[in-house]
């Protein structure tokens, strides 16, 4: 509703909130773990931490960030993000399947 949508507006704005998530995500960029093997391509374990610090790091991403009024922390959150899809492959494969079945890539060009 509205009471949603002012929380959403309020936080492109918050300098500190930004700077949270980014941190939050960032946990895990200094210390990362080996690349998990791949058991099963089409199988995604979705309880694993680095899984979901990845979700949550690219939906803040495409979400809030990307419509944020401070641009230039994108390149920053950009490289983080890019950093933990690298050493997790069923990240990548949620992101591929996620984008094929949301809106998120008419979110970024709006």
Known sequence: GIN???????NLFDQDYLQFVH???GI???NLPQIPPVDDVGK???SVPLLKVIQLG?????QTLAHS?????????VTLLKDLYFIHV????????TV??????SELLI
Do not use: H, N
């Open 69 to 77: 009024f401070d641009k230039k922390r994108i390149p920053d959150f």
């Open 58 to 62: 690219t939906r803040f991403f495409i």
């Open 100 to 105: 094929q079945r949301t809106s998120w890539i």
């Open 23 to 25: 941190d939050l995500v």
């Open 44 to 46: 995604i374990d979705t």
């Open 90 to 97: 069923p990240a990548c494969q949620w992101f591929l399947t």
């Open 4 to 10: 949603a949508e002012y929380g959403m507006e309020k």
């Open 28 to 30: 895990y960029k200094s």
